[in-house]
């Protein structure tokens, strides 16, 4: 489960042809293809990634042949094969990932073929090679199975082009070099706020949950703690507004709660179960916080199709 010797190096090894086919992991590492046996991303924050293997893992994946939608690694029980966790930027072969595409690195792509089901999956009829592709872009999302993923678009690289360099902090400074600004990025592992918006929403609701009416004192001096939820999502690929008209006070279970869908708002702004369709409670307000209603809409939206 650990890398072996071969050290890291970019682009097709001599010898290997894109449509080339390999018979398992040992022989993709003999062929320098991919050098972490049983992951399916080779690469480390240090020195970033130089290939993944899909593997039909994460079902929020996509494969349109030139343009991949591939979900990171991590938050999966061994046992049953489901997500129980969340995905982090900080785990070492998604943060590879985000250090080549902040450096332009290319990327391996091997497909799994013939792929198992169940909690263990099998290439029972070995690898292809699918040429080299760059990351073009990632974001952080609630997936599926209700828990945050990492994802990465992916996208194939013409032969002779090369891969550009691109920064991936939205606050980079113009005095650093693009893996400074990767690194900080990955060590925050959170996209970047307004934190002004959050703590006027706070302020405005003395960090008293909007939904469940709970105040959290977590000092003896009586200090409360609040969290600040985005109605619609923002970021990619959902684009909500960092804007006071699209955030909630609540508290941390509720705001766990709220980004998976699991309460939702009605255009009456009443709290009702995401999964069951029950009203929960009435959202609380205070004067000067306006909901915006097309943000409760998006939010709504964007679990219509839940499997239950």
């Known amino acids: 489960m650990t890398a072996r010797s071969k050290s890291v ?21 003999d062929h320098g293809l991919h050098r972490f ?8 924050e240090k020195t970033g990634a130089d290939s993944i293997v899909l593997s039909g893992g994460y079902i929020d994946d996509r494969d349109e042949g030139d343009v991949i939608v591939y979900t990171g690694e991590g938050g999966r029980d061994r046992h049953s094969g489901r997500m129980n966790a969340d995905q982090s930027l900080g785990d070492s072969g998604n943060a590879a990932l985000v250090i080549s595409q ?10 799994g073929l013939g792929i198992t089901k169940g909690k263990r999956r099998r290439a029972t009829k070995g690898y292809v090679y ?6 073009a872009e990632h974001w952080m999302t609630v997936g599926q199975e209700g828990f945050r993923i990492c994802q990465f678009k992916l996208r194939k690289i013409e032969p002779g082009q090369l891969p550009p360099p691109q920064p991936v902090d939205p606050l980079a400074g113009t005095e650093t070099t693009f893996e400074e600004q990767a690194r900080r990025y990955i060590s925050q592992d959170r996209l970047v706020r307004d934190s002004r918006v959050a703590s006027a929403v706070k302020r405005m609701h003395y960090n008293t949950c909007q939904i469940c009416r709970a105040r959290l004192i977590v000092s003896p001096e009586g200090e409360a703690y609040s969290e600040a939820a985005h109605i619609q999502a923002v970021g990619k690929p959902h684009h909500g507004a960092d804007r006071i008209e699209n955030m909630l006070c609540l508290c941390p279970t509720c705001h766990a709660l709220f980004d998976r869908g699991a309460l939702q708002l009605t255009d009456d702004l009443d709290v009702i179960n995401g999964i069951t369709g029950q009203f929960r409670a009435a959202l609380a307000q205070v004067k000067g916080h306006n909901i915006g209603i097309e943000f409760a809409r998006k939010h709504r939206e964007r679990w219509a199709d839940r499997l239950l």
């Open 9 to 29: 190096s970019f682009g097709t090894p001599d010898g290997v042809t894109e449509g080339d086919w390999f018979k398992s992991h040992a022989d993709l590492y």
């Open 130 to 135: 699918r040429g080299l592709f760059r990351v």
């Open 37 to 44: 046996s049983g992951r399916g991303i080779s690469g480390t």
């Open 102 to 111: 902040a450096l332009g690195h290319s990327v391996r792509v091997i497909e």
